[in-house]
């Protein structure tokens, strides 16, 4: 099961890193041939996403680290470092491509630089980054589904937020076209506006991560259910979880019947230990704490 999630990780990693290396060098060159600025700040946007999909692999290689002394439960957590790494390259990549744009738009009203129209070729191409885009974003978050893979979660909100800057890049390429030359510095200023909102995102839920945010409430009555039928416990009194990386340790408190003896209280928490492990996806452990309470409590 591991070594599936991982491969399936990996894979969605591969296809995205590949098809980011093909869009950086189609879409730079074309966007300067072109005269287009708003293909060029996104091919600017698809050359870091290919250094940070370097990074993202690294960091999924490291997570696959056995668990050892000074980590027990494993390494799992470099893949919310990677993701926050990758939240961190975007936010970057937008402010380099507001700055850039802002100032191409600003030498155009001033007189300081020659606005031809952009070439045809710039909107066949960022027509062809849509496309591609809407196709890996599908792919990678199914990926990110199937995995519970931080990273690959980032990479897939990555992808969504390419279809909507080509999407830009194209309008303001059209209207440089048709003989509205700012337009197509003011898309590639709005492209980065929507990629820095894309990794703001990214940063909060790899930070949610890295803080042990996890599921309160449904967790919570998700736990309770699956243990309303077990014999012998009274009352689910608390739950708690820790995450590390995409799995859970859970930590639940149970009440039993006081008169019972150790053994028997120690064969239902067992019961119970596997039961949840069983059934709520990727718990890697469960703590059981018992002790007497009355029937019928809450």
Not at 172 to 196: E, K, N, Y
Not at 259 to 277: K, Q
């Amino acid at each position: 099961m591991m070594e599936s999630r991982h491969s399936r990780s990996l894979r969605a990693v591969n296809i995205g890193l590949g098809a980011n290396v093909l869009l950086a060098l189609v879409k730079t060159s074309v966007g300067i041939v072109g005269h287009s600025t708003a293909l060029l700040a996104d091919g600017i946007n698809s050359t870091s996403d290919v250094v940070y999909y370097i990074i993202v692999r690294i960091f999924m290689s490291l997570a696959r680290k056995p668990a050892d002394r000074e980590h027990p439960y494993g390494h799992a957590q470099f893949e919310s470092i990677a993701a926050l790494v990758v939240g961190a390259f975007v936010i970057t990549t937008a402010v380099a491509i507001f700055w850039g744009a802002v100032n191409t738009a600003f030498d155009m009203a001033v007189g300081k630089e020659e606005a031809p129209a952009p070439a045809r070729l710039a909107l066949w191409v960022a027509s062809a980054t849509i496309l591609l885009k809407i196709g890996l974003t599908a792919f990678t978050r199914r990926i990110a589904g199937l995995t519970a893979n931080p990273a690959v979660q980032a990479l897939a909100n990555d992808h969504r937020n390419d279809v909507f800057s080509a999407a830009g890049a194209a309008v303001g390429i059209l209207l440089g076209i048709a003989g509205h030359p700012w337009a197509d510095p003011m898309a590639g200023a709005f492209v980065s506006v929507l990629v820095f909102r894309t990794g703001i995102q990214i940063l909060r839920d790899s930070s949610e991560n890295l803080m042990d945010t996890v599921p309160g409430r449904d967790l919570d009555q998700e736990v309770r259910r699956l243990l309303a039928d077990v014999r012998g416990v009274k009352a689910v009194e608390e739950v708690q979880a820790h995450r590390f990386g995409p799995y859970l340790v859970l930590n639940v408190t149970i009440g039993m019947d006081g008169s019972m003896t150790v053994a028997e209280g120690d064969r239902i928490a067992s019961s119970v230990e596997d039961l949840l492990a069983a059934s709520i996806e990727f718990t890697r452990r469960v703590h059981v704490h018992y002790h007497p309470t009355v029937a019928g409590a809450a």
